[in-house]
């Protein structure tokens, strides 16, 4: 065996069997880091980035299985830092550089011998591709390769001459203020562009949010459209603080019964404590409302220290708490599958929706999974606007799963139930209707059938008595003679 081949084939062999033993592996710094890298502002990986071991030769880079682009230049870094070892052992390098070969793209010509060996399993090599391989890849990659692998990553080759700059790249220099930064951390997926994973994986605004900083061209204007858009919700939420605080106290109350009132003082005082004192019977008394207006109960009584303490609070600057009930309705038991759990659910809601014009009653069991499948395909043409207990049972559907959308059927209004039935029935008619209108149409086919088997089965006489009328029949069977 050439002595290359078997350098490469003992190096991978000895590094493979290490590199299994995930415990060596640590991220790399400036004194680890042995295959010529060094950091660059123009570059955003850093030295932590590489994966080296004490035991193994080549560092590689911590990521991924990536893909166009992105997938492009780290075979290329790959390629540039590691060589032919590197190649070799990261099967995602290989299968992107035998497309770039085989297509004659990624900054390389044409070689489908080798984009071919890069194709197969390294266990179907024979020494002949291994020699070939280790030919090609002991070079250094062209500079039309080092000058795509640039593109949408930036300057990560060292001082090599063939990189592009970094606005040919796809970058621009940002400056970054602490505004600016806080909305690249809240929004880090919404800047993820996916020809820019590589960058966008490395990018951290909490230590990178600075003046100059380069950026990916199309993350600077999204960042600039997040940042007007931040903006404009701060000025419109000023306003209407403004105008909430000028509000008077009819307006604010307006609506409001005591109870609401009361709990609305309590929840303010809870999570903003700017009021006096809540009294130690506020808290009871505000969790029982929650469940009597849950329940859809009378309000309970409020004690007369809790009356006073309430009484004695200012209503200028009065804001309402949220609705017990409506946060109830709206917050769905999702990730429960119990469906007593959710029938329960149903239950609670809709008794709140109940009305003696507008009765409520339990769909049979028997009937019930024809019922959530009638209802699931009526949610689609059924107007609601008004009808907040059709509304929910076509919500329970569109967030249950499974067994789960069975609970619709714990309590729905009589008028819904009736049409489902009237639904059902009408249903059965057409299908009914359809089969006979099918079977008729087999027994005129069958006629039609045995009619032509019949025409078929006729034979003329070719030798008639002299005697006989020469006959035939025609398509529609009638018989026409020859008259002697």
């Excluded at 290329?76 to 052992?89: D, N, S």
């Excluded at 008619?429 to 149409?441: I, L, M, P, T």
Aim: hydrophobic share 35%; glycine share 4%.
């Amino acid at each position: 065996m050439p002595f290359k081949t078997l350098w490469i084939t003992l190096t991978l062999l000895v590094s493979s069997v290490l590199w299994s033993n995930t415990s060596l592996a640590f991220t790399g710094t400036a004194e680890t880091i042995n295959n010529g890298f060094v950091e660059s502002p123009e570059c955003p990986i850093r030295y932590e980035h590489w994966l080296v071991s004490e035991w193994r030769p080549i560092p590689f880079l911590n990521l991924p299985k990536l893909y166009g682009n992105d997938a492009r230049s780290h075979a290329i870094l790959t390629w540039f830092y590691g060589g032919a070892a590197a190649v070799y052992e990261r099967e995602y390098a290989r299968e992107t550089l035998s497309k770039c070969l085989e297509s004659g793209s990624c900054g390389l010509e044409k070689n489908r011998k080798i984009a071919k060996i890069l194709k197969k399993d390294r266990g179907d090599w024979s020494d002949r591709d291994l020699r070939r391989f280790n030919d090609y890849f002991s070079q250094s990659p062209p500079d039309e390769a080092i000058a795509e692998g640039t593109v949408g990553l930036g300057r990560c080759f060292g001082d090599h001459p063939a990189q592009k700059s970094m606005e040919e790249a796809g970058f621009m220099r940002y400056d970054f203020t602490p505004e600016s930064c806080e909305i690249a951390q809240k929004n880090a997926y919404t800047l993820t562009f996916s020809q820019f994973a590589i960058y966008s994986r490395f990018f951290n605004p909490k230590t990178d949010c600075i003046k100059g900083a380069y950026v990916p061209t199309p993350i600077v204007a999204k960042l600039d459209e997040l940042l007007a858009k931040q903006r404009e919700e701060e000025r419109w939420a000023a306003r209407i603080a403004a105008y909430r605080a000028k509000r008077p106290v009819a307006e604010r109350i307006k609506g409001l019964n005591g109870c609401q009132i009361a709990y609305g003082l309590i929840h303010h005082g809870i999570n903003k404590p700017d009021v006096s004192r809540i009294p130690d019977a506020g808290v009871r008394w505000a969790l029982a409302y929650e469940q009597a207006r849950i329940k859809d109960e009378a309000c309970p009584l409020i004690p007369k220290a809790l009356s006073n303490w309430v009484q004695a609070q200012s209503l200028k600057t009065f804001e309402p708490a949220q609705d017990p009930f409506i946060y109830y309705r709206n917050n769905m038991p999702r990730g429960n599958s119990n469906l007593d759990h959710w029938s329960n659910y149903v239950r609670t809601v809709m008794h709140h929706y109940e009305r003696p014009d507008n009765p409520h009653n339990a769909v049979p069991a028997e009937h019930c999974s024809a019922f959530a499948t009638w209802l699931n395909g009526k949610k689609h043409s059924q107007k609601t606007d008004a009808r907040y207990d059709w509304q929910f049972l076509f919500d329970v559907l569109a967030n249950s799963s499974g067994r789960t959308g069975l609970s619709v059927c714990a309590q729905a209004p009589a008028s819904m139930i009736y049409q489902f039935f009237s639904d059902q029935r009408l249903a059965q008619q057409q299908r009914a209707a359809a089969q006979r209108r099918f079977e008729a149409e087999q027994k005129r086919k069958q006629a039609a059938e045995a009619a032509f088997q019949n025409l078929l089965r006729w034979k003329p006489s070719y030798n008639p008595p002299a005697s006989e009328p020469r006959c035939y029949r025609r398509d529609d069977i009638t018989e026409i003679c020859f008259q002697n």
